[in-house]
T-cell receptor, first 114, second 113 residues
Framework: GENVEQHPSTLSVQEGDSAVIKCTYS??????FPWYKQELGKGPQLIID?????GEKKDQRIAVTLNKTAKHFSLHITETQPEDSAVYFC?????????????FGKGTHLIIQP | DAGVTQSPTHLIKTRGQQVTLRCSPK?????VSWYQQALGQGPQFIFQ???????QRGNFPDRFSGHQFPNYSSELNVNALLLGDSALYLC????????????FGPGTRLTVL
């Protein structure tokens, strides 16, 4: 089955700087890659996703890149703010172009230093 | 528009007991997936329900079972509880199995003593 590795496990950046979180996946058939943000005591919140027919997607301060050949994808957050502090999860799935049973990474605890 | 709701929020059980968790999907969604999230880990896929049938299943034993009702709400049942079943149980809903983003509820925190 699919295996998703996520790095780093903890990332501390100064407010206003950029943060990058990286994930690799093992199943070349995976075609959907969402990113979730989870705050303490809450369920994961979908922040951005990318499908295998696209190499990059951007939404305001958040962007995701996908390299299918290398089987890795990354989350980029620019101009970080205190409210960006949370645990971020990457995930992957193989379905008919949408979201099926997702395989998650172990998460990255992002800390924004004021 | 209500998002995904789950009940109860917290639950304490003892080993060997059985538990039922409930989920109501986001309005307009017809597919429900269940995940188990151990402390400090990412969610793990248990199974997905669509059209009242289990459509896909992760690597979980038969002690984990589910049901989907005609109104698309769903239940997760766990029998013969083990200490290792203590976790946050998350429900996610989507529209059209395998065709859209999954939106998560707040979860049910299960503690097995």
């Amino acid at each position: 089955g699919e295996n998703v590795e996520q790095h780093p496990s903890t990332l501390s950046v100064q407010e206003g700087d950029s943060a990058v979180i990286k994930c690799t996946y093992s199943d070349s058939a995976s075609n959907y890659f969402p990113w979730y943000k989870q705050e303490l005591g809450k369920g994961p919140q979908l922040i951005i996703d990318i499908r295998s027919n696209v190499g990059e997607k951007k939404d305001q301060r958040i962007a995701v890149t996908l390299n299918k050949t290398a089987k890795h994808f990354s989350l980029h957050i620019t101009e970080t703010q205190p409210e960006d502090s949370a645990v971020y999860f990457c995930a992957a799935s193989n379905s008919g172009g949408g979201a099926d049973g997702l395989t998650f990474g172990k998460g990255t605890h992002l800390i924004i230093q004021p | 528009d209500a998002g995904v709701t789950q009940s109860p929020t917290h639950l304490i059980k003892t080993r060997g007991q059985q538990v039922t968790l409930r989920c109501s999907p986001k309005s307009g969604h017809d597919t429900v997936s269940w995940y188990q999230q151990a402390l400090g880990q990412g969610p793990q896929f248990i199974f997905q329900y669509y059209e009242e049938e289990e459509r896909q299943r992760g690597n979980f034993p038969d002690r984990f079972s589910g049901h989907q009702f005609p109104n698309y709400s769903s239940e997760l049942n766990v029998n013969a509880l083990l200490l290792g079943d203590s976790a946050l149980y998350l429900c996610a809903s989507s529209y059209g199995a395998g065709r859209d983003e999954q939106f998560f509820g707040p979860g049910t925190r299960l503690t097995v003593l």
